[in-house]
């Protein structure tokens, strides 16, 4: 779900899934498939401590949800999300 403006044709610098758990804390897990070790721990410190205590339905998910999508962009990663849930539209 990463969005590259047009122009920008830089190979993304790696990918991270970011998987909901379920509703008993620790609530998400962030896996990553490919990428830079410093940059796949960075980026995922920044989406657990934004994500740490919000399942997926808390008004509060869909705000950090959108932080996380542009720190994703911001840093060139793949960013995938399994919330255990069918996709909207299917």
């Known amino acids: 779900m990463s969005i590259q403006q047009a122009g920008d044709q830089a190979p993304p610098r790696g990918h991270v899934r970011v998987v909901y758990l379920g509703p008993v804390a620790p609530h998400w897990r962030v896996d990553s498939d490919f990428g830079d070790r410093g940059v796949i721990e960075e980026i995922r410190q920044r989406i657990l401590a934004r994500l740490l205590l919000l399942p997926p339905h808390d008004p509060q998910f869909r705000r950090n949800r959108e932080r996380v999508v542009r720190d994703a962009e911001r ?16």
């Open 75 to 90: 840093e060139n990663l793949i960013l995938e999300w399994d919330l255990g849930l069918p996709e909207e539209g299917s």
